[in-house]
């Protein structure tokens, strides 16, 4: 007679699961899911963010070590003002209103992105937040926002270029560790995984160095709708996944 738990079947579910070490999202589909029900697009925003909330304690729950969530990006900027000024305000409350749950929670906050031209007040939020979490052992939250890949590669390239030209730094020393270590996501570990949202299949400027050996997985489903049944799917297709490297053979990552 087959009497297996819920949480039977939830743990033989995990055990098959590989877990990526650091998870990237493109949270994408807010707007789209707000005017599928007659509501305006930042209605999708807000429900973007619980969202948002689900995703950590889903990482924490599997054990994922890093994720990192794609919220604003440097070409967002060519939106309605009263929409990108919702968003940046969105950016506030979060971590207004969830910072201490992140904190009980152990998690590490990080935000990456050009902070160049913010808000001073949200420059100040962001320092905080950061110094205040530097300290969790448990799950890496990395806020992408303000963020562009191709802007954090010209924007390393300017460092490096400074360095070289102060004579700290030979151009022939110059190698892949040196650019990863100029970039905003020194330190961190590249990406494994890296899903989309909201069935778009492209990366649309979101961790373009880290990301060149990500498995990509695009999910149907807009951001406001993500849930433990989507994020196992995707778990599972990771699972699936054969990881080459430029190898031949399976490799284990
Ligand atoms: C993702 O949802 C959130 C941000 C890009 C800030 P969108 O706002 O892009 O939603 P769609 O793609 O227009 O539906
Ligand atoms: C990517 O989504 C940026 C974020 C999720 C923050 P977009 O909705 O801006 O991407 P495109 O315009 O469809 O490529
Ligand atoms: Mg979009």
Redesign the pocket.
């Known amino acids: 007679m087959s009497t297996t738990t819920a949480i039977e079947r939830d743990a033989a579910t995990r055990v098959r699961l590989r877990i990526p070490n650091h998870l990237g999202v493109i949270?994408?589909?807010?707007?789209?899911?707000a005017l599928s029900r007659g509501r305006p697009?930042t209605d999708?925003?807000l429900a973007?963010v619980r969202a948002v909330r689900q995703l950590v304690r889903l990482a924490i729950d599997y054990g994922i070590p890093y994720v990192t969530v794609f919220?604003?990006?440097s070409e967002?900027w060519r939106r309605p003002p009263d929409e990108v000024n919702f968003?940046f305000g969105l950016l506030r409350r979060f971590v207004a209103s969830d910072l201490e749950t992140l904190i009980r929670n152990n998690v590490q906050v990080r935000i990456i992105g050009s902070r160049e031209g913010l808000d001073p007040s949200l420059l100040r939020l962001i320092e905080d937040t950061e110094r205040k979490t530097a300290a969790n052992p448990g799950l890496v939250l990395v806020i992408a926002f303000n963020y562009g890949g191709k802007a954090e590669i010209a924007n390393a390239v300017r460092r490096i270029a400074g360095a070289v030209a102060r004579g700290e730094i030979a151009p022939e020393a110059i190698n892949e560790e040196t650019v990863a270590a100029a970039l905003y996501t020194a330190g961190l570990p590249d990406p494994d995984l890296i899903i989309r949202t909201?069935g778009?299949q492209r990366i649309s400027n979101f961790l373009l160095w880290q990301g060149a050996y990500a498995e990509l997985v695009f999910i149907r489903d807009?951001?406001p709708d993500f849930d433990e049944r989507t994020f196992v799917a995707a778990l599972e297709e990771f699972t699936a996944r054969d990881r080459r490297f430029g190898a031949v053979e399976a490799q284990v990552s």
């Open positions: 949270m994408d589909g807010n707007g789209r899911w697009r999708g925003h973007g919220g604003f990006s967002n968003i909201s778009e807009n951001w």
